[in-house]
């Protein structure tokens, strides 16, 4: 039988039944007899199948009947829902019918895979996705997921990529946290590019460095600069006050600031590194100390040393003889 349901026969049986009919064998001899060759009785013919049973026929030898009737009931489902006014509810329950259908016929997102994540939590990550279990995976928008993850301000790039049947990657490339920023009286913390990733909400960023000022987050480097010349007194420095959006001060953990010069900052803090070691300057009872010029330190006494200055100064004054003109 051909693709067409046509019954084949072999080309050796058909030259048989002709040789029976041949006129120049039977010229030979007279035949006692004329013999009539066979006829083959007509066979039945069959009637054609039509489409719908033969769409039925390749569902049920693919092993897709299931999917086919679960999908027709699906449609039935989504019909019956428009019908009855329903329609917005079932879509809040189910999904949109596309995704309905979609699944019926396999392709329910039973997976996600989510990779490169390391502040972000995979629960914040499905959220932020949009991603449940009303979708399905030919459906789903994966730029409209991109554009969703890349709105978390811990999300610096995201690719997003289906694999059939049911499963979906997610790969997050996080800002990294650099330093927190405080302006307005708001602690944020931001990337190394400046870019600010969130507010201050936990003790997790607590060990960051902090600047603080306008523009202070877009010159984390310069301040990296001044820590790393800073030393063994990096551990005393509470944070770094841009001023002006010139220069730095440093504010350090017992209140004392230190004024920096706008330029070669990091060379005015190598020498107060050095007055630290030799006279130990920060140990004494001063407010600030003024780095400004180079080449020379000034530095403002508190009000009791101050006072205290002035007591010992008067004592070894030198007193005036009376009586002399």
Do not use: C
């Amino acid at each position: 039988m051909d693709g067409r349901r046509r019954f084949l026969r072999s080309l050796g049986a058909r030259q048989g039944e002709f040789a029976q009919m041949a006129p120049f064998g039977a010229a030979l001899k007279a035949p006692a007899a004329v013999r009539r060759a066979p006829t083959a009785k007509p066979r039945a013919r069959r009637p054609r199948p039509g489409a719908r049973h033969r769409l039925l026929a390749r569902l049920s030898g693919s092993g897709a009947t299931f999917v086919f009737v679960a999908a027709l009931f699906a449609a039935t489902g989504v019909y019956g829902a428009v019908r009855g006014g329903h329609y917005q509810t079932m879509i809040e329950a189910y999904g949109e019918p596309a995704d309905i259908m979609a699944r019926a016929l396999g392709f329910r997102i039973k997976a996600v895979t989510i990779a490169g994540q390391n502040e972000l939590t995979e629960a914040e990550i499905l959220a932020a996705a949009g991603v449940g279990e009303r979708n399905s995976l030919p459906f789903l928008d994966v730029a409209k997921v991109r554009e969703r993850l890349r709105a978390i301000p811990l999300v610096k790039e995201v690719s997003v990529a289906k694999l059939y049947p049911n499963r979906l990657l997610i790969e997050i490339e996080e800002r990294q946290p650099a330093a927190l920023w405080q302006k307005d009286g708001t602690v944020h913390i931001v990337a190394t590019d400046g870019m600010t990733i969130d507010d201050l909400r936990d003790q997790r960023f607590a060990n960051l460095p902090l600047v603080v000022g306008d523009d202070a987050n877009m010159k984390l480097d310069d301040y990296r600069a001044i820590l790393e010349a800073a030393g063994s007194l990096r551990e005393r420095i509470r944070a770094g006050v841009f001023v002006s959006g010139r220069r730095w001060n440093l504010k350090m953990n017992d209140g004392v600031d230190v004024l920096l010069p706008e330029t070669a900052p990091a060379a005015a803090v190598e020498t107060l590194v050095r007055l630290q070691r030799e006279s130990r300057v920060l140990d004494k009872a001063v407010l600030s100390i003024d780095l400004r010029q180079p080449g020379r330190m000034t530095a403002r006494l508190t009000e009791e040393a101050s006072a205290e200055r002035v007591a010992a100064a008067a004592a070894h004054k030198p007193k005036s003889k009376g009586g002399q003109i």
